[in-house]
C-alpha cells in the first residue's frame, strides 16, 4: 500500500522477472551480452511519485467520505501531541489509494480458489479493498440508521468510540464481517497518518513532528558519535519541506 | 599503441627487405607518434558520435551561431578525406582551409592546430591515412543565414587568427614550454576554457579564464587560487588528468570525454609540464567577493535543502569523500562567476570519467524533479558562499533557462554576425575598387 502509485515494481514482480529473464536467458543464451566501461548512466532520469492533489473525492461518495472523515478521526483523536486523524489527511490518503492500483488489487493475484486461511495468512477473500470498503460502508450505514437512526457521523463521540469497539470486538456483526472491515480501517488510517505526505495523508508531517522522525533523510554520519544529543533538524518529505521555500510560506 | 607498431613493423618486414624494413620500421614509428597526437588533438571527441564508428562524424554541436556537425574523416574517398593528400592536410591544420578551397568554420581549432610542428602534423597525417574509411555523409554546415556562408570565415580569419608557429619562450623551463605547446597547440584548452568575444574567436587576454558552452561552464584553468586550480598541486592536477578525480574534483560534462579520450591516454611527462604550465598562469584576478551572510533567507532555505539533498554525500561540512565525492568546500568550481555548469550538475546529474586509474564511475543523481528553480538556485547560493566559498548568488531565472533546455539565444552574437558580414562586404567593395583602379593604370 505503501508503493508509489505509478509503481516501481513490488517483489513479486520482481521474483517473476527474474524468473523470466532467467528462463529467457537459459534459451537464448546467445542473447547474453557482457558489459565493459562506465555503469550505465542517464541524465535527469528520475522516477517520482506522482503527489496526491487535493481537490474533490476521486473514489468515496459524499456521505461515504463523511463517515470515513469521523471514523479516522476516532481512530487518532486531536489531542496535545498531533492533529486528529482527518485533519491529517488520513481519509483523502484511502480515498486515493481506494481509487489506485491498491484499491483494484491490481497488482496482486485475485483468481481463486478461494480457501479460508489461517489467520498468520491475512486477508484471503475474493473481494479487493475498494469492494470492502463500498459494502463495508454501506452495511455500517444501514445498521446504524436501523438502531440508531443515524449516520456515523452524526453520532456523538462516545457512541461512535462504543460502535467502532463493537466492530473490533466483532460484537457487531456486518455481511462482510465487522471486525475484518474494521482491522482495513485501521491499518489503513495509520499508514495515512505515517507514509510520506505525498500520498495525501501525514499533512505537515504531523505525525512525524510528533514522533521526531526525520523522514527522508538518508545519511547521518555527523551525528553517530553525538551521544545523548537530539537531532536537530526537521522532517523532510519525499517532495521537500517547507523550510525550502520560506518566501513561498506554504506548508505541505 | 605499441601492438599496432609491431603489427606495422611485422607487415612491412614481410613486404620487402632490409632497405624496406628499416623504411617500414620508420612509418610505424611516425603512424604511432600520429596516434599519438590524434590523443593530444582529441580528434576523437567531435569526429566520433556516441557509441559510432571512429573518426566517421560526430554528434552535432550547439554552437552560439547555430549547428554545425563534425564531419567524416576517415579515408572513404567520397563521405571522408580519402582524397586528401598530406599538402591538403596540413593547409588545413595550418590556415583551416580544406581539400579544394573549402573554409572550415573555427570550431575546428585551426587556430590552435596551426601552432603544431611541422613534425606533428606529418606524423598525424601518417596515421590518419590508416584510419578505416567508414561511409557515412554528413552534413556538416547547418548553421542559418548568414554564418552559413563559409566564405565568411575568410573575413573572421582576418580579423581572429594569425596563422603563427608556437613560439617557445627561452626564459622557462623546457617542460614549461612543452606544456604550453600542448595546451596552445594540439590540447586546444583554450577552445572550450578561454572566453569567446563577439565573433566566436578566444579573447587572448582571458586566457584560459573560464567560458561558457553547450550549457556547461569550462572553468577557470589558470592558477588563480580563488577560481583557477591554484589550491591544486601539481600532483593533483596530474591525478586529475590522468583519472578524470583527484580529491578536489570529478570531471563532469565535456572535459569527462575530455579525460576519457585523451587526457587519461597522454603520456606522464606530458601531464606534468601540462600542469608545470596551467599552475604557472598566475593573472590578476579581481578580489574575491565577500561571502553573503548566513542569515540571508536565501542562505537560510539553501541549507535546509542543501542537509536534505546534498549534505549525504558532500558532506554537512562540504568535505565531500575523497576520490568519490567532490569537497564543495573550497572547490574552484562553485567560485566561477558563472554558475552554469553548477545548474546542469543538480537539474540533470551527472557521471564521473570512466578511467583505467579510475574506473568506478561514481555519479551524482538528477535533482530536477525535487527541486524548483528557486530551491536550486538557493542551494547552489549556499554552496557558493559556505566553508570559505564565495560566489555571486545564483537567480531562479539561471536554472529556468536551463531546465527547458533552451540554449541562449545572445544577441551580441547575432548582432556580430551582421556586423561581420557588414564587414565582408565593405572589404570585397574595396577590394574590388582597388583592383579595378589597378587596371586604370594599366
Not at chain 2, 620500421?25 to 559510432?52: E, F, K
Not at chain 2, 563534425?70 to 567520397?78: R, V, Y
Not at chain 2, 583527484?246 to 601531464?271: F, K, Q
Not at chain 2, 528553480?373 to 547560493?381: F, I
Request: include cysteine.
Amino acid at each position: 500500500m505503501l508503493s508509489p502509485p505509478n509503481g516501481s515494481g513490488s517483489r513479486r514482480e520482481l521474483l517473476a522477472s527474474v524468473t523470466a529473464i532467467s528462463l529467457a536467458a537459459g534459451a537464448h543464451a546467445a542473447a547474453a551480452r557482457s558489459y565493459s566501461g562506465a555503469l550505465p548512466f542517464r541524465t535527469y532520469s528520475a522516477d517520482p511519485p506522482r503527489p496526491v492533489l487535493p481537490g474533490a473525492w476521486l473514489f468515496f461518495t459524499q456521505d461515504e467520505a463523511v463517515a470515513v472523515e469521523a471514523m479516522v478521526d476516532r481512530l487518532i483523536p486531536a489531542d496535545d501531541l498531533s492533529v486528529g486523524g482527518k485533519e491529517a489527511g488520513c481519509a483523502v490518503f484511502i480515498d486515493r489509494q481506494l481509487a489506485g492500483p491498491y484499491g483494484n488489487s491490481s497488482r496482486l493475484y485475485t483468481r481463486g480458489p478461494f480457501a479460508q486461511g489461517l489467520p498468520t495468512q491475512g486477508y484471503q477473500g475474493e473481494a479487493n479493498p475498494a469492494q470492502r470498503y463500498r459494502a463495508g460502508l454501506a452495511a455500517i450505514d444501514s445498521w446504524l440508521k436501523r438502531e440508531k437512526n443515524r449516520p456515523f457521523a452524526a453520532l456523538p463521540a462516545e457512541e461512535q468510540d462504543a460502535f467502532l469497539t463493537g466492530l473490533d470486538k466483532n460484537e457487531i456483526t456486518l455481511p462482510q464481517g465487522g471486525a475484518g472491515f474494521f482491522n482495513l480501517l485501521l491499518q489503513n488510517t495509520m499508514e495515512g497518518f505515517f507514509s510520506d505526505p505525498v500520498y495525501g495523508g501525514n499533512r505537515g508531517m504531523a505525525s512525524w513532528r510528533m514522533l521526531g522522525f526525520p523522514g527522508t533523510r538518508y545519511d547521518y554520519r555527523d551525528w553517530v558519535s553525538r551521544h545523548n544529543q537530539r537531532y536537530p533538524q526537521p522532517p523532510v518529505s519525499i517532495m521537500g519541506a517547507a523550510e525550502w521555500s520560506p518566501r513561498a510560506g506554504a506548508a505541505r | 599503441m605499441s601492438a599496432l607498431r609491431n603489427t606495422l613493423a611485422a607487415l612491412a618486414l614481410l613486404m620487402g627487405g632490409a632497405t624496406a624494413h628499416a623504411e617500414g620500421a620508420d612509418q610505424a614509428d611516425r603512424i604511432t607518434r600520429g596516434q599519438y597526437q590524434a590523443v593530444l588533438g582529441d580528434c576523437m571527441a567531435c569526429h566520433t558520435r556516441p557509441g559510432g564508428a571512429p573518426f566517421a562524424g560526430g554528434a552535432p554541436l550547439e554552437t552560439p551561431f547555430g549547428r554545425l556537425v563534425p564531419p567524416n574523416i576517415t579515408q572513404d574517398p567520397e563521405t571522408g578525406i580519402g582524397n586528401w593528400n598530406e599538402a591538403d592536410f596540413t593547409r588545413m591544420m595550418r590556415t583551416g582551409i580544406g581539400h579544394g578551397g573549402r573554409r572550415l568554420y573555427p570550431a575546428m581549432p585551426y587556430p590552435a592546430y596551426s601552432m603544431m610542428t611541422d613534425q606533428d602534423i606529418a606524423d598525424l597525417w601518417a596515421y590518419m591515412a590508416t584510419v578505416q574509411p567508414v561511409r557515412n555523409a554528413v552534413v556538416a554546415n547547418q548553421l542559418p543565414f548568414p554564418f552559413n556562408i563559409r566564405l565568411a570565415m575568410w573575413g573572421w580569419n582576418l580579423l581572429n587568427f594569425r596563422p603563427e608557429p608556437f613560439r617557445a619562450d627561452p626564459a622557462q623551463s623546457a617542460e614549461w614550454n612543452r606544456g604550453a605547446y600542448l595546451v596552445q597547440g594540439p590540447g586546444h584548452c583554450g577552445s572550450c576554457h578561454t572566453p569567446k568575444n563577439i565573433m566566436g574567436a578566444d579573447d587572448t587576454g582571458q586566457a584560459l579564464r573560464g567560458a561558457s558552452l553547450q550549457g556547461w561552464f569550462a572553468p577557470d584553468i589558470t592558477g588563480n587560487s580563488q577560481t583557477g586550480i591554484g589550491g591544486w598541486s601539481q600532483e593533483e592536477l596530474v591525478t586529475y588528468l590522468r583519472t578524470g578525480v583527484n580529491t578536489h574534483s570529478v570531471a563532469s560534462g565535456p572535459m569527462r570525454e575530455a579525460v576519457e579520450n585523451s587526457t587519461s591516454r597522454m603520456s606522464d611527462a606530458d601531464l606534468r609540464a601540462i600542469a608545470v604550465y596551467l599552475r604557472s598562469l598566475n593573472g590578476t584576478a579581481p578580489p574575491a567577493p565577500q561571502p553573503l551572510a548566513a542569515t540571508e533567507p536565501r542562505m537560510q532555505a539553501g541549507g535546509a535543502i542543501y542537509a536534505a539533498n546534498c549534505a549525504a554525500c558532500h558532506g554537512g561540512e562540504g568535505r565531500g569523500a575523497r576520490q568519490l565525492f567532490p569537497a564543495l568546500a573550497g572547490n574552484p568550481l562553485l567560485r566561477q562567476a558563472n554558475p552554469e555548469t553548477l545548474v546542469h550538475l543538480v537539474l540533470a546529474g551527472s557521471q564521473g570519467a570512466q578511467t583505467p586509474g579510475a574506473p568506478t564511475t561514481p555519479a551524482m543523481p538528477s535533482l530536477g524533479w525535487r527541486l524548483n528553480d528557486q530551491q536550486v538556485a538557493d542551494v547552489l547560493t549556499y554552496v557558493r558562499n559556505s566553508w570559505g566559498n564565495a560566489a555571486p548568488p545564483v537567480a531562479p531565472h539561471e536554472v529556468a533557462k536551463q531546465r527547458d533546455g533552451e540554449p541562449e539565444k545572445p544577441w551580441a552574437l547575432v548582432i556580430g554576425g551582421v556586423v561581420l558580414v557588414c564587414l565582408l562586404v565593405l572589404a570585397t567593395a574595396l577590394l574590388m575598387r582597388r583592383r579595378r583602379r589597378r587596371h586604370a593604370v594599366a
